[in-house]
C-alpha cells in the first residue's frame, strides 16, 4: 500500500544555514508519527514544511503519489489541518471557532449545525459551545484547537507540541482522549513533542532528529532498545547495542 506522503533528498534551509535534511521518509495512511529530538533539531522546519508554509531548497515531496508541488497551495492545504502549540483561537464563542473552517470552505449552514457540535463533545467540550475563547482554560483552548482541526476532516493532521505548558491530569486525560480518536478516525498523523513516554503512547513509529538531520525512524521500543548512533542513544538516554 502506497504511503499518504512520501519524502526524498529534503533539503530546507532558514536564511543561509541548513535546518532540515531528509533523505527519505514515508508516512503510512492513517498512522501516528511522533517527530522527537532537541530543541532546534529541525521537528517544527518539518512540520511547516508538510503545511507548505517553507519551502525546501530541494526534493521530492509525494502526496497519495503525486507530486504535492503539482497542486497549488489553497488546493493542497484543504488537505491538511495544522494546530500550532499556542491554540490561535479567534476573539469568538467556541462554537463559531471550531465552525469557522468549516463555513471558510463552504459547507452549509445545515452541516456546519450538525459537525461541530459533534466534534465539540468528541474533544469533551460540548458544553462549551457558547463560551468566549478568551474564557477557556489552557486544556480547553487545546481541546477546542484539535476539534476545529478535526471537524476539517483532514488527510493530513500536523500537531506541534499538541500537550506542552498543560498541567499532568490535563496532559493525561488529552493524551488519552486524542489516541482514541485518532484511532476511531484513522487520521494520518504527525505531531512533534520533546516527551518521549508521550510520543510512545500516541504514535506507532517514532522519527528522531537531531541537528537537523533524520536519524532514525522506527517502533518506539526499537528506537528505545536499538538506537541507531551515539546521538539518538543519548537523545534517548539508553546505551547504544554495538
Known sequence: MKPLVEIRDLLVKRGKHPALRIEHLAIQNGEVLAVVGPNGAGKSTLLLTLARLLKPERGEIQFNGQQARAESDAVYRRRIALVMQDPLLFDMSVFDNVAAGLRFRGMSKDEVQRKVPLWLERLGVGHLAKRKANQLSGGEARRVSLARALALEPQLLLLDEPFSALDPPTRSSLLEDLGALLKETGTT?????????????????????????????????????????????RFVNHKRVR
Do not use: C, M, N
Request: glycine share 8%; aromatic share 6%.
Open 189 to 233: 498523523t504527525v505531531f512533534v513533542t520533546h516527551d518521549l513516554p508521550e510520543a510512545a503512547q500516541l504514535a506507532g513509529r517514532i522519527a528522531v532528529i537531531i541537528g537537523s538531520r533524520l536519524r532514525q525512524v522506527g517502533k518506539p521500543g526499537d528506537v528505545f532498545s536499538f538506537p541507531a548512533d551515539d546521538d539518538v542513544a
